[in-house]
């Protein structure tokens, strides 16, 4: 059963720094792509980032360019999202994703780590 | 980017009965080299992170109960839920794969 946990949220001042992770099982994690995606009450569901399973392609949402890195570790079967300068807008829910199927489509989810930036 | 709206905003269906969503993008998202289209729709119960219901448009992802049907082509897509069961209850979102950035709609609440 595939299983995708996440962690590292919490409480960040504005300019600050974060790092979440997501912890994977029930799957071969080195043959597939993952993303994360944020939600907030008020801009719904908002895809951030993608890295493929080998790491020769990442890519970013406009609103997080330059800020956010994505990065995995296949042997230890873990996705990682590093925020910097992080500001209100980015106060969300962030979720980790499995593509299966296709490049863009999100086929497994985890439960979800809460990212507040408030001072 | 393409954008997807959906309608309507929220449905009140009695259990065992019909519910329809619809879903519009911008731009077509059919791929027209393999006849796909690339739009998925998802189901997020309360408190719970969302769930692939439907991708292809019309692929019911495995373990999904054949009351949920996607069609449409384009930029014009349908999910109907045939018999609302309790469970159901939730926002259902629809989304585009075709191009980077992936992009949801705005979400769509079925209550009872």
Not at chain 1, 69 to 80: G, P
């Amino acid at each position: 059963q595939v299983q995708l946990v996440e962690s590292g949220g919490g409480v960040v001042q504005p300019g600050g720094s974060v790092r979440v992770s997501c912890a994977t099982a029930g799957f071969d994690f080195s043959d597939y792509g993952m993303h994360w995606v944020r939600q907030t009450p008020g801009k719904g569901l908002e895809w951030v980032a993608f890295i493929r399973h080998d790491f020769s392609n990442k890519q970013y949402a406009d609103s997080v360019k330059g800020r956010f890195t994505i990065s995995r570790d296949n042997a230890k079967k873990m996705l990682y999202l590093q925020m910097d300068s992080l500001r209100a807008d980015d106060t969300a829910v962030y979720y980790c994703a499995c593509s299966v199927a296709a490049g863009g489509l999100f086929d497994y989810w985890g439960q979800g780590t809460l990212v507040i930036v408030s001072s | 980017d393409i954008v997807m709206t959906q309608s309507p905003d929220s449905l009140a269906v009695s259990l065992g009965e019909r519910a329809t969503i619809n879903c519009k993008s911008s731009q077509s998202v059919l791929y027209t080299s393999n006849n796909k289209n690339y739009l998925a729709w998802y189901r997020q119960r309360p408190g719970q992170p969302p769930e692939l219901l439907i991708y292809w448009a019309s692929t019911r992802e495995s373990g999904v109960p054949d009351r949920f049907s996607g069609s449409g082509s384009g930029t014009d897509f349908t999910l109907t839920i045939s018999s609302l069961q309790a469970e159901d209850v939730a926002v259902y979102y629809c989304q585009q794969y075709f191009i980077n950035p992936y992009t949801f709609g705005q979400g769509t609440k079925v209550e009872v």
